[in-house]
């Protein structure tokens, strides 16, 4: 391998095809609380956190009112949103608990705490928070050791207080 990608490097955004951008705003918008940065009629909207201009573009230029994406398909697995602490992360669980969203899942990856759920397209999302890099599970030769474990909702809950 001859060139390695700057340590530096990082996913900048994640643009959606979605079926309603209406639907998908009130999902992006006031559930999760994504800041509107720009938008473009009835078929593009670019939000973000923080004042970024854009963390998530949504549109609809090819996929107004149809379906899904198929799930045995190739294509997005899920966005992977990173939330800064433990306490962010459960208090957008505490708010999705709230709103009866339904959740598809919780894991501790040992390296980071996730919960997993759908947009209203399908689109699968991970909400997560990175643990310490100190605390990383590690072998004996130091190798990253990941894991798939069960998330221990009620502990996480504790930290929205």
């Known amino acids: 391998m001859s060139y390695i990608v700057p340590a530096g490097t990082r996913i900048g ?3 959606l095809k979605v079926t309603d951008l209406e639907r998908s705003l009130q ?13 473009f009629g009835d078929s593009a909207a670019f939000i ?3 004042g970024y201009h854009h ?5 609809t230029w090819h ?15 899920h966005t992977a949103i990173l939330y800064p602490t433990r306490k962010d992360l459960a208090v957008i669980l505490k708010r999705l608990i709230a709103a009866q969203y339904p959740l598809t899942g919780g894991s501790d990856h040992g390296v980071s705490e ?3 759920l759908d947009d209203p397209d399908k689109n699968g999302v991970e909400l997560y928070w990175d643990k310490p ?22 502990d996480l809950l504790q930290s929205a207080v």
């Not at 999902?27 to 938008?39: C, H, I, S, T």
């Not at 963390?55 to 549109?59: K, T």
């Not at 605390?135 to 909702?153: C, F, R």
């Open 27 to 39: 999902f992006y918008r006031e559930l999760l609380g994504f800041e509107m940065q720009q938008r």
């Open 114 to 116: 996730a919960i997993y």
């Open 13 to 15: 955004h994640v643009h």
């Open 133 to 154: 890099m100190e605390e990383w599970p590690k072998d004996a030769a130091g190798n990253l050791q990941m894991i798939t474990a069960e998330l221990d909702i009620e």
């Open 63 to 77: 996929s107004k009112n149809t379906g899904p994406a198929p799930v045995k398909a190739a294509g997005l697995y």
């Open 55 to 59: 963390h998530i573009g949504l549109n």
């Open 48 to 50: 973000s956190a923080g």
